[in-house]
């Protein structure tokens, strides 16, 4: 089993959706400060269960959703997925390729406040 891919849309600084890809070999997330290498370990971080706003970098679990600029509103949900190669079977089922994903919305009721969705 391996990551195969990291899929992004709506979380922190990904607005717009994002894919990585992962090769084979190893695979390095190199940029200047600020382009958003410390929100893709936080978004594997996050599709894994962590329940922790602040282990996120973030004061409440509503700061995952991308919050806007100048140019652009924010968005009401997030979403990270992340894609394993499963040829192997080390996880014990059918499928060579297994996804997990999680989603988070801004709850209209109480817009200060976001849920969570395991679908």
């Known amino acids: 089993m391996r990551l195969k891919k990291l899929i992004l849309h709506g979380f922190k600084s990904f607005a ?3 894919e990585i890809v992962f090769e084979d070999g190893i695979t390095g997330v190199v940029g200047p400060n600020g382009c ?3 929100n893709i370990s936080d978004a594997v971080r996050w599709v894994l269960g962590e329940q922790s706003a602040k282990s996120l970098r973030g004061a409440k679990m509503e700061d ?5 600029t100048e140019a ?5 949900y997030c979403e ?7 040829e ?3 996880l014990a089922i059918d499928f060579a390729e297994v996804s997990v ?3 988070a919305w801004i709850c209209s009721a109480t817009p200060a406040s976001a849920r969570t969705a395991i679908p």
């Open 16 to 18: 717009d959706h994002a």
């Open 36 to 38: 958003g290498k410390s």
């Open 64 to 68: 995952v959703i991308f919050n806007g």
């Open 72 to 76: 652009r509103r924010r968005l009401a």
């Open 80 to 86: 990270v997925t992340l894609v394993f190669e499963n």
């Open 88 to 90: 192997d079977h080390a």
């Open 101 to 103: 994903t999680r989603r």
